[in-house]
């Protein structure tokens, strides 16, 4: 059996007038994520680690944000792009270990419904991810809530 690592990491600004997306739930805060899709830091981490474990690239290559296509997407319709181009591959998911770097909101109350999420559009349980969150003691931009960062570490097997 082969087994390959990857290593994923996202951050986006936090702004007036925008939905919070975590982990593909929507979670209520006063601020949601600026980007070119719903912004879901979780997301494209674990999507950018899954995708450098198959030696593919990142997600900015399979989905630039310069696409109309893109526009406003839901995170959630480009990791089941990403499980499905990894397994056209060869490889399945292992395990996901995820860590959300943030002050507020909290994290750890959406952690269950993340992993429920997550397992169903990559179709793995939910024993298989690890989502954890952090802050930065209020130091650098998380810590001043100017946005939120995410790192992910996946494991994949060749079948």
């Given at each position: 059996?082969?087994?390959?690592?990857g290593?994923?990491?996202?951050?986006?600004?936090?702004?007036?007038?925008?939905?919070?997306?975590?982990?593909?739930?929507?979670?209520?805060?006063?601020?949601?994520?600026?980007?070119?899709?719903?912004?879901?830091?979780?997301?494209h981490?674990?999507?950018?680690?899954?995708?450098?474990?198959?030696?593919?690239?990142?997600?900015?290559?399979?989905?630039?944000?310069?696409?109309?296509?893109?526009?406003?997407?839901?995170?959630?319709?480009?990791?089941?792009?990403?499980v499905?181009?990894?397994?056209?591959?060869?490889?399945?998911i292992?395990?996901?270990?995820?860590?959300?770097?943030?002050?507020?909101?909290?994290?750890?109350?959406?952690?269950?419904?993340?992993k429920?999420?997550?397992?169903e559009?990559?179709?793995?349980?939910?024993?298989?991810?690890?989502?954890?969150?952090?802050?930065?003691?209020?130091?650098?931009?998380?810590?001043?809530?100017?946005?939120?960062?995410?790192?992910?570490?996946?494991l994949?097997?060749?079948?």
């Amino acid at each position: 059996m082969k087994i390959r690592t990857g290593l994923g990491f996202d951050v986006h600004k936090l702004v007036e007038g925008r939905d919070l997306w975590l982990g593909g739930i929507k979670i209520e805060h006063t601020l949601g994520l600026l980007g070119h899709s719903d912004a879901d830091v979780l997301i494209h981490a674990i999507c950018d680690a899954l995708l450098g474990a198959a030696n593919m690239r990142d997600i900015g290559f399979h989905f630039p944000d310069t696409s109309a296509d893109n526009k406003d997407i839901d995170s959630k319709i480009l990791l089941r792009k990403v499980v499905a181009l990894i397994s056209e591959k060869g490889y399945s998911i292992g395990n996901i270990d995820a860590t959300v770097c943030a002050e507020r909101p909290k994290i750890n109350p959406h952690v269950p419904a993340m992993k429920s999420c997550l397992a169903e559009v990559m179709g793995i349980g939910e024993d298989d991810i690890s989502i954890k969150a952090t802050t930065t003691e209020r130091l650098g931009f998380t810590g001043r809530e100017e946005g939120i960062s995410a790192y992910a570490v996946v494991l994949i097997e060749k079948n």
